[in-house]
């Protein structure tokens, strides 16, 4: 069997018939009678299944009793035009090899229609479903998309540190990391934690953005990237949320808020873009499964421009809508901020259409915002998408050394971890401006799923990191 090459299934499927393969995959189904049995093998390479015909005269029977549901299996044969409807070509196995048997009474996907609640409790399996399966293909492309598009930008790649001592968005939800024994924690003379003896000589977290050092790239090779893992250790159960996400945090020297406002709109639809172009297996088996109308949705955001609206404008239209008798769980007046039903009640009632919200108040929003004239207003952005809510957050950055320090000093933060990133404004100074967007976002807007947890092969959050 293994003089022939393996074929992936993907390449099967487009194959001329008439030539003799050899594929290799997990089984999906098994039906048939005495004479017949006709086995559909995926291997991940699509979501699509070949369908093996194996006739009983040629195989024992204890092998059939052997491939079950699960189970993985190499198959040699000769390709030939499918007499059934739903694929232009088979197997007609000469050779079945199991490579793998599967219980069937013990493997967790045995059910027939397995709930993605139920799939996530076994989350180490659920990768073999056809949902997961389109799910990472998707995922894979997308993280592709990205690195094409700063690419084709003449964007640098910026791999900025996991491990800091700072709190880039000031919220304070970070997970610390430390090596000191936890049963005897060493003290100072005042009683306090003494974290000069922890492992870095200070208290260190996992990062919840790259942007500070994204800054410090920016303003040295002028537009730079970063795309990793950000955590979060706020105890946000909501299906929008995670404990570890990705995000991506493109940062520009020399962009004001405007260009800001146009490359955040060009790179989303740039992905929206190629997921259709790339996807569309996926996209319409989870269209069909989950979702009908996300492929429709995802067309709706590429041919029109975003609305730009400021904040201010926005808890006006909010008010109005209040008063008109819309019911929202959480008020809304100036200086608050804006709740996810608040945000799609903008995008998918008033404006029909992504928005653009800029102008904040800035007691709402990060140090590091360029603050507008107006004294209480800065020049954040948030890009707010159907289903979704707010799928982009950045801002242009307050690049003036003396407008910086008194924020600093006004939110009463720790100066003394942040004087590396304020010698960027020390130093050469320049308009700049940046943004992030959260990856698994992007990826619920992409694949129509409703629930962060099923965009991420291994999720994070509150109580729950198995696997
Ligand atoms: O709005 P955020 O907090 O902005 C920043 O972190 C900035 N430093 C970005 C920048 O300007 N460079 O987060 C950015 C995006 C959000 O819009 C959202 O899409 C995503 O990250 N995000 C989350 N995604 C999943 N789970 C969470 N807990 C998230 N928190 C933020
Ligand atoms: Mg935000």
Request: hydrophobic share 40%; aromatic share 10%.
């Amino acid at each position: 069997m293994e003089t022939l090459k393996r074929t992936k299934i993907k390449a099967l499927l487009s194959e001329k018939p008439g030539i003799e393969v050899l594929a290799k995959g997990w089984v999906r189904t098994k039906r048939g009678n005495k004479q017949v049995k006709f086995i559909a093998l995926n291997d991940g390479s699509t979501i699509a299944n070949i369908q093996i015909v194996a006739n009983a005269e040629l195989f024992d029977e204890e092998l059939f009793k052997k491939i079950t549901t699960g189970a993985s299996l190499a198959v040699r044969g000769k390709l030939v035009e499918s007499m059934g409807s739903g694929q232009a070509v088979e197997i007609q196995a000469t050779d079945i090899q199991v490579l793998g048997e599967c219980d069937p009474m013990r493997f967790p996907l045995q059910k027939k229609d397995t709930t993605l609640e139920y799939l996530r409790s076994v989350a180490h399996m659920r990768l073999r479903t056809n949902t997961f399966g389109a799910v990472l293909r998707i995922r894979n492309q997308m993280a592709f998309a990205i690195h094409s598009f700063f690419n084709q930008k003449g964007f640098v790649y910026l791999h900025t540190p996991l491990i800091t001592e700072s709190d880039a968005e000031g919220a304070g939800d970070m997970f610390q990391v430390t090596t000191l024994d936890l049963k005897n924690i060493p003290l100072d003379k005042k009683g306090n934690v003494d974290f000069s003896k922890d492992f870095f000589g200070k208290k260190t977290s996992l990062t919840v953005s790259g942007q500070l050092e994204g800054e410090l790239g920016a303003t040295a090779v002028g537009e730079i990237y970063t795309f990793g893992p950000t955590f979060r250790a706020e105890n946000s159960n909501t299906p929008r949320h995670l404990a570890e996400f990705w995000m991506i945090e493109p940062e520009m020297a020399f962009y004001d808020i405007n260009d800001n406002m146009e490359l955040a709109e060009e790179f989303v639809k740039f992905l929206v873009q190629w997921a259709l172009d790339h996807c569309m297996e996926d996209l319409q088996f989870l269209n069909d499964k989950y979702d009908n109308g996300l492929i429709e949705r995802m067309r709706s955001v590429l041919g029109i421009a975003f609305q730009r609206v400021t904040y201010t404008e926005a808890v006006e239209i909010l008010e109005k809508a209040v008063s008109d008798g819309v019911k929202f769980e959480y008020p809304v007046h100036w200086g608050t901020d804006f709740q996810s039903e608040h945000e799609r009640y903008l995008v998918e009632k008033h404006f029909c259409k992504p928005v653009i919200l800029i102008d904040f108040p800035k007691d709402i929003k990060a140090f590091y915002m360029k603050q507008n004239e107006d004294g209480r207003t800065v020049r954040g952005m948030d890009v707010l998408f159907p289903k979704i809510g707010e799928i982009i957050g950045g801002s242009e950055r307050e690049a003036s050394l003396e407008k910086l320090e008194a924020r600093i000093d006004e939110l009463g933060m720790s100066r003394k971890n942040l004087e590396w990133y304020i010698d960027t404004r020390r130093y050469g100074s320049v308009p700049h401006s940046g943004f992030g967007l959260g990856f698994e976002r992007l990826l619920l807007f992409v694949t129509g799923m409703a629930n962060i947890r099923d965009v991420i092969p291994f999720p994070r959050t509150p109580k729950n990191a198995e696997f």
